[in-house]
C-alpha cells in the first residue's frame, strides 16, 4: 500500500494520540468521519497500523531499572535462532528481543524492581535460556528518548 499525505497525516495524528476520536481525527486531517474511518480500517488492514497499545510507566509498576543484555548462542543455526526466540516469548520479564548482526546475536531490553530482582531474572529466567553461550547486561542510567517509531512525517 501506497502511503498518501492523508494517510501520514492520519498516522502522525494517532502517534500524538491513538485515543483520539474519529470525529476529531476527520477533523484534523481534513476528511468526513465516514471517509477517515475507511481510510483507517484500510491501514489496519493492509497492517501498516499494527495495533493499538498504553505506554505504561516502569516507575508507576516498580520498575526502577531497564536491563540491555547482549545474549550469544553456542551457534547461530536456524534450529538454534527457533529455539531461543520461542523460549524468550515464554519470559515475561523480556520488554523486548532483537536478532542482532555483530558480536552478539541477540540484544534484549529487560525491566527489573531492582538489581536483586534483576539477579533473579538473570539466574532463573536468561541464564536458562537454550543455546545461551554468554551474557553481558549494561544498564540504562536514564531514558533520553522512547519512540514506537520515526515522526511519519520524516517519511520521504
Excluded at 488492514?45 to 497499545?53: A, C, D, L
Excluded at 548462542?73 to 526466540?85: I, N, P, R, V, Y
Excluded at 547486561?137 to 520521504?156: E, K, P
Aim: glycine residues 4%; charged residues 25%.
Amino acid at each position: 500500500m501506497q502511503l498518501d499525505k492523508i494517510d501520514i497525516l492520519i498516522l502522525r495524528a494517532l502517534q500524538n494520540d491513538a485515543r483520539m476520536p474519529n470525529v476529531e481525527l476527520a477533523d484534523k486531517v481534513g476528511l468526513s468521519p465516514s471517509a477517515c474511518s475507511r481510510r483507517l480500517a484500510q491501514l489496519e488492514e493492509n497492517q501498516i497500523i499494527e495495533g493499538y497499545q498504553a505506554v505504561i510507566s516502569n516507575k508507576a509498576l516498580g520498575q526502577t531499572i531497564t536491563a540491555l543484555v547482549h545474549i550469544t548462542l553456542t551457534g547461530q543455526s536456524e534450529e538454534h535462532l527457533k529455539k531461543f526466540e520461542k523460549a524468550t516469548i515464554t519470559c515475561p520479564y523480556i520488554v523486548a528481543c532483537f536478532l542482532m548482526s555483530g558480536e552478539s546475536d541477540y540484544l534484549i531490553r529487560v525491566n527489573a524492581r531492582d538489581m536483586e530482582h534483576y539477579e533473579h531474572i538473570y539466574k532463573e529466567w536468561l541464564s536458562k535460556l537454550p543455546g545461551v553461550s554468554r551474557i553481558q547486561s549494561s544498564f540504562a542510567m536514564r531514558m533520553v528518548v522512547n519512540r514506537a517509531n520515526i515522526d511519519v512525517t520524516m517519511l520521504d
